[in-house]
């Protein structure tokens, strides 16, 4: 069998001198190749001593450090399964993700460790361990006393890799499983597409439980053997003092807009710069074009989803494929990335005509192969000729570009962050004296999406809208708490009695304009 193993291919790409440093921090510390290599050996050798079957999931919730990318990275060379889990998620949450995934190997901070172990425990979980972004915990002080040497897990294309959860209108979230293949296919795509060369420094100012940061960042810079500066948390002052070391950034749009607060961003801060990559999330014309004016860049905004890492992307160069076309549109999310199918289809199956809006969907070697233990919901969402149905909205210009212009799935993307409305309702329905009540997004100058929650009290019970957030943010990640609640008489219904929830968006949509 060929060896198709995602960190064997990263691992080839190291460049020649292993002394090279590979990733520096913000708290002053230089990682080398070399370091990354032994490291995640000893990691890899602590994780195989364990003895667990093939497929064990290792699910990770702990604080960003170069640390939990080695984890990963371990993860990977092992032939195990990552399952990344963001760090915000409270008990419920976490409790939910543990038993639905049943990982063998729970790395939880050591401040959490009471409550996650007891989460992990009682799903069966053989091994909890503990990772801080200071380098301590019991999982490094375990893998201290295993060698730095490792033969990589023989895998093949199929075999996952990672599971990512992401949720669906029903607000149970599902796990989405990616393959060796998928990733790998995706970031070799990536280098060539984003003209990523040598002597490329990467920003990494991202969170690593998401694609973004932990995938195409990650993946980015290591199979281009190129040096990461690692920002443990993003700050617009640390990542404008990095530009002149560094030449390519990538962001959510709520990154672009606080960097452009930012009196130093300007043509000659950004001066050292190759690339801007934005996605996650619909970047503004405003924001694209304001920084076009202050930095002189045109930022390249691409599109992805945990289910499929990268699917669309404006040009970096000349796209041969589209007559040599290279502009980056604002507003639009670029050309289908080579290897990847997009087509547009009407609700009811039938394709639609050129320009024409419809649910878009998608093929190539980068979609994930289903949900965990979920295969009538991978049915229901794979079309019978194998298209994956995204949930976006969009449309392909005459030019051949890509652009989204709404979402069929009932979903809030704030600051980058998903929350899903039937989530949020669920848990407000259940508070009493709560009839009823609808989550919103609404626009914010930064977060670009917030949710705001409308609620409906039980006839003769009192409900304030505090006691309602109070309750949320006592239960819930802090990011999927409603901005603004307001406690009505009644919600705007159709004829069949459904919310109408773009009437709710019109009413609330200037909530948050300056
Ligand atoms: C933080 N808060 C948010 C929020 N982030 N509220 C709504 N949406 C968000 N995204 C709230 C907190 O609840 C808190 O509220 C207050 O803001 C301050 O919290 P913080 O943790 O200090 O915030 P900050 O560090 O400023 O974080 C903002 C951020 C972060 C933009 C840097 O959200 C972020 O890193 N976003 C990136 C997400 C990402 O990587 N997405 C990629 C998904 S992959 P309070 O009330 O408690 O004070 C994907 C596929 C693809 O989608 O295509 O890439
Ligand atoms: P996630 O489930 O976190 O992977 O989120 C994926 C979703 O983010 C996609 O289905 C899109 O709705 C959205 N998304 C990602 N990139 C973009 C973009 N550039 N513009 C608009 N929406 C985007």
Not at 463 to 482: D, G, R, V, Y
């Amino acid at each position: 069998m060929a060896q198709e193993n995602l960190f064997a291919a990263l691992r080839a790409a190291f460049p020649a001198n292993l002394d090279e440093i590979a990733v520096e921090t913000d708290n002053g510390l230089n990682y080398s190749w070399r370091d990354l290599d032994r490291a995640s050996a000893m990691l890899a050798n602590l994780l195989q001593s364990l003895g667990l079957p093939k497929g064990s999931r290792i699910a990770v919730q702990v604080e960003k450090s170069v640390e939990a990318m080695l984890l990963y990275l371990a993860t990977l060379r092992a032939g195990l399964v990552f399952l990344p889990l963001n760090t915000a998620y409270q008990s419920a949450e976490i409790e939910y993700f543990v038993a639905n995934a049943e990982p063998a190997v729970v790395v939880c901070s050591s401040k959490n460790f009471s409550w996650v172990s007891k989460i992990a425990f009682k799903a069966g979980t053989q091994h909890v361990f503990t990772l801080d972004e200071d380098r301590t915990g019991s999982l490094l002080q375990r893998a201290a006393h295993h060698s730095d040497r490792h033969t990589t897990a023989q895998n093949s294309a199929q075999d996952l890799a990672a599971i990512l959860y992401t949720s669906g209108t029903t607000g149970r979230s599902k796990g989405a499983m990616l393959t060796h293949g998928n990733m790998l296919s995706n970031a070799l795509v990536l280098k060539d597409y984003w003209g990523w060369k040598k002597g490329d420094v990467l920003i990494h100012a991202l969170p690593i439980f998401h694609v973004h940061g932990l995938f195409v960042a990650i993946h980015g810079a290591l199979i281009n053997g190129s040096k990461m500066i690692w920002l443990s948390k993003f700050e617009p002052k640390r990542v404008l003092a990095k530009f002149a070391e560094a030449t390519v950034f990538m962001g959510v749009p709520t990154l672009y807009v606080r960097l452009l607060a930012e009196p130093g961003l300007s043509v000659q801060s950004a001066g050292h710069m190759r690339l801007f990559i934005a996605g996650s999330a619909p970047l503004l014309t405003e924001t694209f074009t304001d920084w076009k004016t202050r930095t002189g860049h045109t930022i390249l905004e691409r599109y992805g989803m945990s289910e499929t890492v990268m699917l669309t992307s404006n040009p970096y160069a000349a796209d041969a494929r589209y007559g040599g076309q290279k502009e980056r549109r604002a507003g639009a999310v670029g050309f289908p990335l080579p290897g990847v199918q997009l087509r547009v289809q009407s609700d009811d199956g039938k394709a639609v005509a050129q320009g024409e809006i419809g649910g878009l969907q998608v093929k190539g070697p980068n979609v994930f192969s289903g949900y965990w233990r979920m295969p009538e919901k991978t049915q229901e969402e794979f079309t019978a000729d194998g298209f994956f149905k995204t949930g976006d909205v969009g449309k392909i210009d005459e030019r051949g570009y890509v652009s989204i212009v709404g979402r069929s799935k009932d979903l809030i993307i704030s600051g980058g962050y998903n929350v899903y409305p039937a989530e949020i309702e669920g848990y407000i329905n259940d508070m009493p004296g709560v009839a009823e009540s609808a989550l919103v997004g609404v626009a914010h100058p930064d977060f670009g999406e917030v949710g705001v929650a409308v609620v409906i009290a039980k006839s003769g019970a009192h409900i304030a809208p505090e006691t309602i957030l109070a309750n949320l943010k006592s239960q819930l990640a802090n990011f999927k708490i409603p901005k603004r609640c307001f406690v009505v008489d009644e919600l705007p219904r159709n004829t069949m009695g459904k919310v109408q929830k773009n009437l709710l968006r019109a009413q609330y949509k200037d909530l948050f304009s300056a």
